[in-house]
Nanobody, 121 residues
Framework: QVQIVESGGGLVQPGGSLRLSCVASGNMFSFDTMGWYRQAPGKQRDMVAIHTSGGRTEYADSVKGRFIISRDYDKNMITLQMNSLRPEDTAVYYC???????????????WGEGTPVTVSS
């Protein structure tokens, strides 16, 4: 079983910054791709940024140049530094953690409970 703890959401004014953190734990063979997704009211859940186990990062076009994802492999932790926030960034942000229970098992996507981010004046 995988435990995911998210933190850092809140209310911020347009142009401000927030930092989200996600820590994963559990008796797994590996923690592979970790990332952040978001879901605004009435919309689907979309990828914001991901960080693969090999170090590759990928961002949604809407956040490129404003958000930075980083990873601490030893702690199974990712952070999302969000700068120049806009009202359209308002959403619930979910941490996604891909794990494998054994060396030859299929990858499983695990989700955190979500942390709300509100950008408003």
């Amino acid at each position: 079983q995988v435990q995911i703890v998210e933190s850092g959401g809140g209310l911020v004014q347009p142009g401000g910054s927030l930092r989200l953190s996600c820590v994963a734990s559990g008796n797994m063979f590996s923690f592979d791709t970790m990332g952040w997704y978001r879901q605004a009211p009435g919309k689907q859940r979309d990828m914001v940024a991901i960080h693969t186990s090999g170090g590759r990062t990928e961002y949604a076009d809407s956040v490129k140049g404003r958000f930075i994802i980083s990873r601490d492999y030893d702690k199974n932790m990712i952070t999302l530094q969000m700068n120049s926030l806009r009202p359209e960034d308002t959403a619930v942000y979910y941490c996604s953690v891909e794990t494998r229970a054994t060396w030859n098992s299929k990858a499983v996507i695990n989700w955190g409970e979500g942390t709300p981010v509100t950008v408003s004046s």
